[in-house]
């Protein structure tokens, strides 16, 4: 067994060295849509990816293998809190070896450049060191259990729009200390095994064949790890395969293999990179332990119990809740008796997670009613939706199915060849199933869907089926839809996860069970073995207006009104950015109806980035959620009974109005889009339109407020020899219970400075917590970087001779006077 350093260069070199080109060549594309080839002659087997990154999804797309459900980014990003995101690590990496996993496709370090990015909620920050902080903290984690994490996607793929094939012009300064930062962090602190490139061009190249995969990623970092491809991006050979492109995903077929074969005997690449490219993956082996020769850098982590992962993940959810407005309404305790009325659709169906690539199947996500009511007694808790969702097809949930010709718990699937013969059967758990690389998938010429479905309510039901091909849908008996669906628009990954639906009205007894079923001929989008179907019922609503007077005379009738508000699928997923900040289907007017009759009312957002509330001044509670992961309901009770404290603190600046955005534009022109604004994204561009007198944000970075109140003394900040800068402070919690608080240090320079700069910048945060009354230390340690600059003219990170100070508080615009930094102690 190979252990040592050195000596495992060596033994993976001579592994290399017995390889032919063909055998070499093989190992850099995908076997199948989510493994790499095995090479039984050098004992190296096949290494699973699977997407991340707030979970593990594991080789299938549906409920028979199911995943936890972790907190978004923006979620974790708002506790600020390294540890928490270590135990999470450690949960990830579980859950990765649980389902054969070797690397997970994550964390997700792309900022938030503008607020209708697609996929923010997938992301930690607007701004670049905290998150390189937080991307290596979980680079870390899961590392360290021996499984590979994946810092995604290099770079510069901060929106959707046009994602495979927008130029992002962005100058070589602002590349470096904005879209570059974290990547570096994640490589040199965090030490990640792999980097995904990324779909879109970068200054005129496309990033899985751009010179920045080799300067500075692997030349100046250091990084030895394996780059991965972003899923279908790598479409040419040589160029990309010249490049510091090392692995090509997905498989079997890629552009690479034999004609990549064919292109080094021809002299077109050099064997050489092919040869640097198979030591990467073979590094990448040893380190998952996919070599039969080499000891795994850490032991196989134990599996969690269900126990473990639900008190881990409620907790994180509740440190990750931002209450940004409180008149003293909130916590509300469950013991005075209150009858709370719970409204609003996000409040039966909240959204755990945001859609895409990211997403998981967790076997259970509770609900902010099945939370609140487990917390405050079901006969306390009343229930309105108050409006009309967009419509959504829900999968038949376990045990609401049976076989019809069993009885068992499921939905039966049935593989019949071109003469109609079953070749093959099996039982789904629920509604929600699909096939990923699976031969029968092409095999089959039809398959048959049955199910015996129990409605739990008499009355109306909407049923129906979305997948994409040849259909026939029939309940009893009767055909509802005999079609062709076809994919809305070309992009693939939207296809797959949500193709069209069909849905139709029923009249349904729930003492009678009606039998459904689905034939159907797949239209695999792209030509992917991947096929997804749903089986299930939309929601029935009354008129918008009885929907809205329902939940007006709840709140009336009500203590305690709590409205949960959110986004939608079709608002925040991937493949697609945002063309509103502004909640849809009215739930900003029903807010307003239902403060207009019960004055205590608590508005909880539940949306991955930022929407706009412009009732955010007149409601005395307001409490933002995120995408809080399947613990969502419990940990929201815990938070507005006041059991825990909402620790999260705004890892991303919230506007107002659409119209005060700094950075708003996400389409490219002619192909290119320009990031115009340089290194003035997020707080940065707010606080210099604030200084030429444009309104400031509905939310400054960094705010948020707990349950206890804080003073933060006179801070002290020494610079040390090595350049870096010890901020001390005193942080006396002033209020009557415990608290967490995150204190903030950022950097600012007085006097004229050459550089254009940032009003300030955050260098530091301590995540402090104290008992009532007590008073702590907050310690922050701001690294020499932080104080330097890139020069475009010299290429190397400066350190202009000007006089930088410090300001400590509670968020961007909650600041101490300026501290001047003391010289070195000697
Ligand atoms: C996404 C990646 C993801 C990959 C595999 C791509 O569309 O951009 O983030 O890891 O698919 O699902």
Redesign the pocket.
Known sequence: MHTDAPELEGHLAALADKLSLEQKVRLLSGASIWSLHEEPAIGLRSIVMS??PSGVRGVSMDDRDPSASLPSATAVAATWDVDKIRRLGALIAAEARAKGVDVV??P?VNLHRSPRGGRHFESFSEDPWLSGVLGAAYVRAVQAHGVAATA??YVANDSETDRFTVDVRVDERTLREVYLAPFERMVAEGGAWLV?S??NQVNGATMSANPLLREPLKDEWGFDGAVVS??TAVRDTVESASSGQDLV?PGPDTAWGEALVRAVRAGQVDAAVIDDKVLRLLRLAARVGALDSVAPVADQPAPWSNAEIRSLLREVAADAMVLVRNDGLLPVAPAAGTRLAVIGHHARRGRNQGG???MVFPEVVVSPLDGLRETFGEARVGYAAGVIPEPELYAFERNSVVDPATGAAGVRVRYLDAEGTAFDEEIFPTGRFGWLGDERLARAATIEVTARYTPAADGLHRIGFSCLGEVVFRVDGRVLSSDTVRPEDDDV?KAIMHPPAQVFDIELESVRPVDISLTLRPELPGGFPIARVTLGTEDVYGTPAQELERAVRLAADSDVAVVVVGTTENLES?GFDRSALALPEGQDELVRRVLAVNPRTVVVVNSGGPVVMPWLEEVPAVLLTWFPGQEFGGALADVLCGATEPGGRIPTTWAAAEADVPVWDVEPRDGRLDYTEGIHLGYRAWLRLAAGGRPAPAIPFGYGLGYTTWRIGEPEAVENSDGSVSVVVDVANTGDRAGKHVVQAYLSVSGPSAVDRPVRWLAGYAVVRAEAGQTVTARMEIEPRALRHWSAERHEWLREPVTFEVRVGSSVTDLSAPTAISPARR
């Open positions: 997407d991340g496709l994550g997700t995604k996607h995904m990324s779909y972003d899923w995903m895409g690539s990211a990954v991937e």
